[in-house]
């Protein structure tokens, strides 16, 4: 059953701590991506990567970071240095080209204690 | 930078009445448009996207979109909507300078009176 997961589906970070969101993909594709979602905002680019050990910042890249060691796995990092992380926060990937279809998986709702 | 407005937020409607949903963009140069829809407990997906050719472009659902250069506008329409098309629907387009960036409406949901 190909798709993209994301885990945890909810996660909590205390004050000052860092958190890691997990997506994984078993589509083969190339490029992968990471938006936040909040409400009335609709979705904003956080960072991308087109290919294995190369990733780009998009348009609210402070206060995350990312890695693509593997093809499958593009995980997010949101560390103490984002303010205000309480979001919903979206994977997506596609075969590499912006005219391919982002396929998006289902999400993590991050919440702050 | 490039922006995408989506000027209703909150739209409700009796089935079988006809649906346009606004979507206008700042960016003048070449762009890719799309629509997305999220239902309910679902993931976001595909509604129809717009490269190039016909301006009318039709989706999966009964949905359509009309790119208009000159308004800087791809509207979404359906013209008989059912229960089922409750959800957010997200415009998003991307800029052929702009790598492989999409920047996204701020949505609109959409409630359907059965």
């Known amino acids: 059953d190909g798709g993209i997961t994301q885990s945890p589906k909810y996660l909590f970070r205390k004050e000052g701590q860092n958190v890691t969101l997990s997506c994984e993909q078993n589509?083969?594709?190339?490029?992968m991506y990471w938006y936040r979602q909040d409400p009335g905002q609709g979705l904003r680019l956080i960072y991308y990567s087109q290919i294995v050990n190369d990733f780009q910042k998009g348009d609210i890249a402070e206060g995350y970071s990312v890695s693509r060691e593997k093809k499958e796995s593009f995980p997010l990092t949101v560390t103490s240095a984002q303010k205000n992380p309480t979001a919903f926060y979206l994977c997506?990937?596609?075969?590499?080209?912006?005219?391919?279809?982002?396929?998006f998986g289902p999400g993590t709702r991050l919440l702050v204690l | 930078a490039q922006s995408v407005s989506q000027h209703n937020h909150h739209v409700i409607l009796s089935e079988a009445a006809s649906l346009e949903l606004g979507c206008n963009y700042s960016y003048g140069g070449t762009v890719n448009l799309f629509w997305y829809v999220q239902y309910p407990g679902q993931h976001l997906q595909l509604l129809l996207k717009?490269?190039?050719?016909?301006?009318l472009v039709k989706g999966i659902k009964g949905f359509e979109a009309e790119f208009i250069k000159s308004k800087f506008s791809f509207n979404l329409r359906k013209p008989s909507v059912q229960w089922s098309d409750t959800a957010e629907y997200f415009c998003a387009v991307n800029a052929k300078n702009a790598g492989n960036m999409l920047t996204f409406g701020g949505g609109t949901r959409l409630m359907v009176k059965p």
């Open positions: 997506a990937s596609s075969i590499a080209g912006i005219q391919e279809t982002q396929y």
């Open positions: 589509l083969n594709h190339d490029a």
């Open positions: 717009y490269f190039s050719g016909d301006p």
